[in-house]
């Protein structure tokens, strides 16, 4: 999808999608990923391209926090119930959907 902030919705892309392989490559640890198995899956990273998309076309400064929570306690962290897991999941969405992803290399 186009974008008018084409650089800046280029690298959300890029974290987001960083962020989704690693949560399904912690799945292949058993325990030791996730105290419980999720089964996250393709419509939740559809889910928070969209998401992230609309709010980047809103006028005015990226919404980071809005970004943070939408993604990472609804479209992700609604199927996440064990409260270690859910801190896990927001520390690593933290890493990689920053306004740090946005720095030049």
């Known amino acids: 999808a186009d974008s008018a ?14 962020f989704h392989a690693i949560i399904q490559e912690r799945r292949k640890f058993g325990p030791l990923g ?3 198995r999720y089964e996250f899956n393709d419509s ?6 969209v998401i992230s ?7 005015g400064e990226i919404p ?8 990472g306690h609804i479209n992700y962290g609604g199927r996440v119930t064990d409260d270690q897991d859910r801190r896990c999941l927001l520390a690593i969405l933290e890493k990689y959907v920053s306004p740090v992803i946005l720095e030049p290399d």
Do not use: Y
């Not at 939740?44 to 391209?49: C, N, V, W």
């Open 64 to 71: 980071w926090d809005t970004l943070l929570f939408v993604i």
């Open 5 to 18: 902030k084409e650089p800046e919705w280029r690298r959300i892309q890029f974290g987001l999608k960083f």
């Open 44 to 49: 939740d990273l559809e889910t928070s391209t």
């Open 34 to 36: 996730w105290n419980i």
């Open 53 to 59: 998309h609309n709010m980047l076309e809103m006028d």
